[in-house]
T-cell receptor
Framework: SQQGEEDPQALSIQEGENATMNCSYK?????LQWYRQNSGRGLVHLIL?????REKHSGRLRVTLDTSKKSSSLLITASRAADTASYFC?????????FGTGTRLQVTL | EAQVTQNPRYLITVTGKKLTVTCSQN?????MSWYRQDPGLGLRQIYY???????DKGDVPEGYKVSRKEKRNFPLILESPSPNQTSLYFC????????????FGPGTRLLVL
């Protein structure tokens, strides 16, 4: 089934550095979303980018979408320890939203 | 406060004993979904509903049932749980524009012995 695949699976950086996560998918989409999950808790919606958009910003988050390559990236700038979490991309079509397997981000002091 | 609630949060049961996990949202959302999360597999959709009395299968519906008699509630029913249904379950709801900005419940951790 259509699914986003995040890369890398795990990422460890120091506080203040930027973190970049990538997502690739297989078929046409209406939108692509990024969610954050703190350990064992519910997912929290971060940002949505539509298929006709190429870049979007929200605070320290920057998302890009390249529909020709079927890929997206999430950049978190000036990371903080509180950004430690798992990040999931999700591809949206008219009928469903499909999640990837996630990137685990560890931000150390 | 806008929220999605699930109960129970933790459940240990035995094979074959029917159980229900409740889900309720107070945002008047039309779309609701159930997901299970397993290590290395991400979130997989079990069932979803686009309105009252309208439900459909997701990617992994086997062994589960749902109902949507009221807009706010979307219970997940395991008629005869098996150990392979041990998982972390999430309910989510979203606005009537469809699969955008889903709001997730806190999760239900289920162990089937």
């Amino acid at each position: 089934s259509q699914q986003g695949e995040e890369d890398p699976q795990a990422l460890s950086i120091q506080e203040g550095e930027n973190a970049t996560m990538n997502c690739s998918y297989k078929t046409s989409i209406n939108n692509l979303q990024w969610y954050r999950q703190n350990s064992g808790r519910g997912l929290v919606h971060l940002i949505l980018i539509r298929s006709n958009e190429r870049e979007k910003h929200s605070g320290r988050l920057r998302v890009t979408l390249d529909t020709s390559k079927k890929s997206s990236s999430l950049l978190i700038t000036a990371s903080r320890a509180a950004d430690t979490a798992s990040y999931f991309c999700a591809t949206g079509t008219a009928s469903k939203l499909t999640f990837g397997t996630g990137t685990r981000l560890q931000v150390t002091l | 406060e806008a929220q999605v609630t699930q109960n129970p949060r933790y459940l240990i049961t035995v094979t074959g004993k029917k159980l229900t996990v409740t889900c309720s949202q107070n945002m008047n959302h039309e779309y609701m979904s159930w997901y299970r999360q397993d290590p290395g597999l991400g979130l997989r959709q079990i069932y979803y509903s686009m309105n009252v009395e309208v439900t459909d299968k997701g990617d992994v519906p086997e062994g589960y049932k749902v109902s949507r008699k009221e807009k706010r509630n979307f219970p997940l029913i395991l008629e005869s749980p098996s150990p392979n249904q041990t998982s972390l379950y999430f309910c989510a709801s979203s606005l009537d524009r469809g699969w955008e900005t889903q709001y997730f419940g806190p999760g239900t951790r289920l162990l089937v012995l």
